[in-house]
Nanobody, 123 residues
Framework: VYLVESGGGLVQAGGSLRLSCAAS????????MGWYRQAPGKEREFVSS????????RHADSVKGRFTISRDNAENTVYLQMNSLKPEDTAVYYC?????????????????WGQGTQVTVSS
């Protein structure tokens, strides 16, 4: 599976961005999808995940109420709508896919990764 993220950029605090991740080379609906992020000098951390059908979603406490993950299986794309952005949201955001039968709960359980897209939030 090949994943390509887009939609990153520079935004002021309080603003919004929508990230997209386009998948190719596999059956998109058979993968759990997730978003992770990595800030300079920090480890890559979980942001959000979504089940294969899109019914179940999970978000990190730090983004709950501000970020929303969704997917369009017909378009082979997963999205991350980010609202009320804060400077601490600044990071490279990565899309990931897991072919596990059950929801992945760790970074190691995702098999495929995109190249990342930079999100910078200015104060």
């Amino acid at each position: 599976v090949y994943l390509v993220e887009s939609g990153g950029g520079l935004v002021q605090a309080g603003g919004s961005l929508r990230l997209s991740c386009a998948a190719s080379g596999g059956t998109f609906s058979s993968y759990y999808m997730g978003w992770y992020r990595q800030a300079p000098g920090k480890e890559r951390e979980f942001v959000s995940s979504i089940s294969k059908t899109g019914v179940l979603t999970r978000h990190a406490d730090s983004v709950k109420g501000r970020f929303t993950i969704s997917r369009d299986n017909a378009e082979n794309t997963v999205y991350l709508q980010m609202n009320s952005l804060k400077p601490e949201d600044t990071a490279v955001y990565y899309c990931a896919a897991s072919d596990r039968a059950t929801q992945p709960y760790s970074r190691s359980q995702y098999t495929y990764w995109g190249q990342g897209t930079q999100v910078t939030v200015s104060s």
